[in-house]
Each structure stands twice: as structure tokens, then as C-alpha cells.
């Protein structure tokens, strides 16, 4: 099983990045795929899920109005578009497998939940 970030990097505050995952050995188009960041010294954050045929996302409160998370089944590759990305954005990003719905609760059950997870890939933002 492989779940590969891409797309990080460091941009300037006001700007966007997109974020790729590519997934192979497992069922991706099976899975609920998650994105969850963590911050130096801060808690990890689930920020936005979705559902194996994309039919439902969820976002955090934080990322809302500004990511969008989408997938394609086809490419086995999940994707996080960031705009309007400010400081407090900075962090690694990962992705994740989980098992169960996309709903606004998951991001409290993570660690429950998760199946498969990425490396991370870093954002920095500066002002």
C-alpha cells in the first residue's frame, strides 16, 4: 500500500497550492480519503474528507470556503486545492484512507478510523 503527497511547498500569503495523493495497492475508489494536516508543535487537524464516489465532503471550519477536496477513481489519485492560503495554513499535509462515512464527525475519530496513510508533504506560507 502507497499513499504519495505532492504539491507542497512554500507560496506567499494570499496564494493557493494543490495538493495531490496518489494511491496503489488498495481499493482507493472504495474509500472515504481524507486530508489532515499538522502544525509544529500543534494537534493534528483533520481538515476535509470525502466519500468514495464523491458524492459528500466535509470540511473543517478552519479550511472552509477556501479548500476543496475532489478524487478521481479513475487516476487513483486524491486531490486538495488551497487558495487564500494565510500562516496559519502551514503545516505537513497528509492524506489518509479511512474506513466509514465522510461526516462531520470523522475528524474526531481519526485515529479509529484511518486505514492507510501518506508521508506528508510540507506547505509554508509567508507573509
Known amino acids: 500500500v502507497h499513499l504519495v503527497e505532492s504539491g507542497g511547498g512554500s507560496v506567499e500569503s494570499g496564494g493557493s497550492l494543490r495538493l495531490s495523493c496518489a494511491a496503489s495497492?488498495?481499493?482507493?475508489?472504495?474509500?472515504?480519503m481524507t486530508w489532515v494536516r499538522q502544525a509544529p508543535g500543534k494537534e493534528r487537524e483533520g481538515i476535509a474528507c470525502?466519500?468514495?464516489?464523491?458524492?459528500?465532503?466535509h470540511y473543517a471550519d478552519s479550511v472552509k470556503g477556501r479548500f476543496t477536496i475532489s478524487r478521481d477513481n479513475a487516476k487513483n489519485t486524491l486531490y486538495l486545492q488551497m487558495n487564500s492560503l494565510n500562516p496559519e495554513d502551514m503545516a505537513t499535509y497528509y492524506c489518509?484512507?479511512?474506513?466509514?462515512?465522510?461526516?462531520?464527525?470523522?475528524?474526531?475519530?481519526?485515529?479509529?478510523?484511518?486505514?492507510?496513510w501518506g508521508q506528508g508533504t510540507r506547505v509554508t506560507v509567508f507573509s
Open positions: 489518509a484512507a479511512v474506513t466509514g462515512a465522510c461526516w462531520y464527525g470523522l475528524f474526531d475519530i481519526l485515529d479509529a478510523s484511518s486505514r492507510y
Open positions: 495497492g488498495f481499493a482507493f475508489g472504495g474509500y472515504t
Open positions: 470525502i466519500s468514495a464516489n464523491s458524492g459528500v465532503t
